[in-house]
């Protein structure tokens, strides 16, 4: 006899957690399914943690969680290819409890979240892909797995399988990818004794770094790189356009050497040990590029669903929020006797369009074109900034005047005065659009 | 130039034996009708290479499954990608 369930979850990431937390907290009775050996096995993130998302679905997650540093420390680097200009902000406020940011390890931290899911009741299938949606007509009505008599039904299915978002896809909810609307990154895990740690980055015991950089080091192509302090490792990055690869025909892992090999970059991993190399897609298309996110029997929640503000670095807590939304979504209507069809589960629409995660998605709609169509933003400008950081900075016997009139003139040069302030208009444009 | 094999030699695989997840559906569309050969350069496991007569030889063993060779190859849509199944392939420890 064919297994029935009331929701079942696809994927084990935030997303995927989120939800099946959620539900299973209700009394929902409910399967989620994670194709690899344990949770987290699959999953790629930087990863820095963002409380707040966290606190709403688990507000005691600090007791247990496996957590690497909270961050105090934020570093911003505009690289050229030998130097770089930055700004930092680091504040005794963010080491007053409670932390508001953390990195943390995926594989580790997934298992964590997944085992709450787990104490809250959900029944969780490990080592299992599924491979198609079980659709009556439109309606989703379960799963197809590589499992033996693999078919399970429900009368929802919540996709949280990530960024490459086949099941969607196989059904005809929507579309592939675009290059243009995706980002592929590359991250390598570094590790070091934490006291080095904590000498290098003038940090104490469980306290943490970030730093966001970009500029030529993304050689040309839309983009930024990250490096971030865990407790006993360092894991850095690069990430760019899928379109600017396949443009420019640049090979990942050697633009992760380059950036390695950066002399401000250098120091900070001198003597580690790398001891994994990963890779990951993150979709940025934004707002415009968004798929229809439910249907009749089913949600898209976290990346399949393109919930990544990319300006600001966020995703795991869209994951999470999402995948929390679509959860109460179906518990709402199940406490009013509705059924979960396209028209009742809209719902899970009119929560996004409720919360951060859509508004600020539609603030920076316009910002993925804009980025996209003046890619100077990345290699002109941090060339502009670094040579005029360095006339001010060296002493030669040049009066300042005229340093000021030569880096004017560097910026006139390379940009023109309408481009100038074209180029500051189109940059407001991206942050402000409302 | 670093080899992405030494690279990849850090990462843990449970490698499913004679089912590749990823196929090239026609390889003589990649020998022929493809100049850029974009996956054999963007692939971030290196997992794809151009022979001398200008096929495509994709092996999957080193493969992170992050889907950038399905997406990029947007002109030939000529890759057939399916997830390994449940349990194989990269089994990230990090993450």
């Known amino acids: ?434 | 130039m670093i080899k992405v094999e030494e690279k990849l030699f850090q990462n843990r695989y449970r490698v499913d034996a004679g089912r590749p997840h990823i196929t090239i559906k026609d390889p003589q569309l990649c020998a022929t009708g493809c100049d850029k050969k974009q996956c054999t350069v963007c692939c971030p496991a290196g997992c794809y290479t151009e022979e001398g007569n200008g096929r495509v030889v994709m092996i999957a063993d080193g493969c992170m499954e992050c889907g950038t060779c399905r997406i990029i190859c947007d002109e030939h849509r000529n890759v057939e990608w399916d997830w390994p199944r449940g349990g194989f392939g990269i089994l990230f420890k990090f993450g």
């Not at chain 1, 949280?160 to 995706?182: M, T, Y």
């Open chain 1, 1 to 434: 006899m064919a297994e029935k369930f009331d929701v079942i979850v696809v994927g084990a990431g935030m997303a995927g957690n989120a939800a099946a937390y959620t539900l299973a907290q209700a009394g929902l009775n409910v399967l989620q399914i994670e194709r690899g050996e344990t949770p987290g096995s699959k999953n790629v993130q930087g990863a820095i943690l963002y409380a707040d998302a966290l606190e709403k679905i688990i507000p005691d997650f600090r007791d247990d969680a496996p957590l690497e540093r909270h961050l105090i420390e934020q570093r911003v680097w505009i690289l050229d290819d030998e130097s770089y200009v930055g700004s930092n902000y680091r504040s005794e406020e963010f080491n007053r409890e409670p932390y508001n940011r953390y990195t943390i390890i995926r594989a580790h931290f997934d298992q964590w979240f997944n085992k709450k899911a787990r104490d809250a009741g959900a029944l969780v299938l490990c080592e299992t892909t599924v491979t198609n949606l079980l659709l009556d007509g439109k309606r989703v009505i379960g799963v197809a797995t590589d499992r033996k008599g693999g078919e399970i039904y429900a009368d929802c299915v919540i996709l949280a399988d990530g960024v490459n978002s086949l099941l969607a896809k196989k059904a005809g909810f929507h579309d592939e990818i675009k290059p243009r609307d995706v980002a592929l990154a590359v991250k390598e895990i570094h590790f070091l004794p934490q006291e080095t740690i904590e000498s290098r980055f003038n940090i104490g015991e469980e306290e943490g770094v970030v730093i966001e950089m970009a500029g030529k080091i993304t050689a040309g192509m839309m983009g930024t790189a990250f490096l971030y302090t865990n407790k006993e490792s360092i894991t850095l990055g690069i990430g760019c356009m899928l379109s600017d690869f396949k443009e420019q025909q640049v090979t990942p892992y050697q633009l992760l050497e380059k950036m390695k090999d950066h002399p401000a970059i250098r120091p900070l991993l001198a003597g580690s040990e790398m001891k994994e190399y990963a890779a990951h897609l993150i979709p940025e298309g934004g707002y415009h590029a968004m798929p229809q996110v439910y249907g009749d029997g089913w949600m898209i929640a976290g990346d399949a669903g393109m919930f990544v503000n990319g300006l600001h670095r966020e995703g795991s807590n869209l994951a999470m929020t999402t995948g929390k939304l679509a959860a109460e979504t179906l518990i709402e209507l199940k406490e009013q006797g509705k059924a979960w069809n396209a028209r009742s589960l809209a719902r899970y629409q009119a929560k996004l369009d409720d919360s951060f995660v859509m508004k600020d998605l539609r603030k920076y709609r316009q910002a993925p074109a804009i980025f996209e169509k003046n890619p100077h933003f990345f290699t002109t400008y941090p060339e502009l900034l670094n040579r005029a950081a360095h006339t001010l900075v060296k002493v030669d016997g040049v009066d300042k005047k005229s340093k000021e009139r030569s880096i004017k003139s560097a910026f006139v040069e390379a940009r023109s005065r309408l481009g100038l302030l074209g180029d500051a208009f189109k940059m407001w444009r991206a942050f402000q659009s409302r």
